[in-house]
């Protein structure tokens, strides 16, 4: 589905990565992990276009590294950013209703509304709520739900349990695995134990380069990841 070729990604003239390859198969959550300052983050913005970049991006068969991040919405790709980013004074509906601005999604807003619904009960009861009143968790699934208002066919977390309680860690990660029964899912998260939970497969990210890359069970029992993220 998404095939990323020798990525460089810059921030004006500093690179954060270096020459970096993956690809994501249809139906997939992919996790991409490691430490803070890795290059987590700067992947994902450089596949929907909001970073300086060279090298090549493909999805569904198509290049698209010169496409604008408005375009990749109307291609399919959502992008969840990192601190999740709702708008405080739109209710919870408006929000959802915000993320279906794109003709495709438009067409499709009230089975996509009820949907998001459904998986995200906690926003069903506070729909007419202003968003700026949820608290940390409910807005992240706020975030995500607007995301998934664009009908993607794939879309990107950012660090989605980032600040929130326990409790509602557990509750995202089983709303993220009922996405995924629908939508290819890339997901970076520096809670690799969580993470590697989920995952059909997963690239782990040091200093901008692929350190290592394995199915679950074979970054789970990596001695790699034990000593570095698992604490074993």
């Avoid at 060279?54 to 991040?69: H, L, P, R, Y």
């Avoid at 009820?114 to 699934?141: C, T």
């Avoid at 990107?156 to 089983?174: M, Q």
Wanted: proline fraction near 3%; hydrophobic fraction near 40%.
């Amino acid at each position: 589905m998404l095939k990323v070729k020798q990525l460089n990604s810059f921030y004006g003239k500093i690179q954060t990565v270096w020459n970096l390859s993956l690809e994501i198969d249809e139906g997939e959550i992919i996790a991409i992990i490691g430490a803070n300052g890795a290059g987590k983050t700067t992947i994902l913005k450089s596949i929907v276009g909001l970073v300086e970049k060279t090298g090549a991006i493909e999805f569904e068969g198509k290049n698209i590294s010169s496409v604008s991040a408005h375009k990749m919405v109307q291609m399919g790709i959502s992008y969840v950013p990192e601190g999740r980013k709702v708008f405080p004074e739109m209710s919870v509906r408006e929000n959802l209703i915000l993320g279906s601005y794109n003709k495709r999604a438009k067409l499709e807003r009230s089975n996509s509304l009820e949907y998001v619904l459904d998986i995200f009960p906690r926003l069903k009861e506070r729909i007419d709520h202003l968003a700026g009143n949820l608290s940390g968790g409910e807005q992240q699934m706020l975030a995500i739900g607007r995301g998934l208002m664009a009908r993607p066919k794939l879309i990107l977390l950012d660090e989605p349990s980032l600040g929130i309680a326990p409790v509602l860690t557990d509750e995202i990660f089983r709303n993220i695995e009922e996405i995924k029964k629908e939508t290819t899912i890339v997901l970076v998260e520096q809670h690799v134990h969580r993470a590697l939970a989920i995952c059909d497969r997963g690239y782990v990210v040091e200093t901008g380069q692929i350190h290592l890359t394995g199915t679950r069970d074979e970054l789970e029992t990596s001695e790699d990841i034990k000593e570095a993220y698992l604490g074993i």
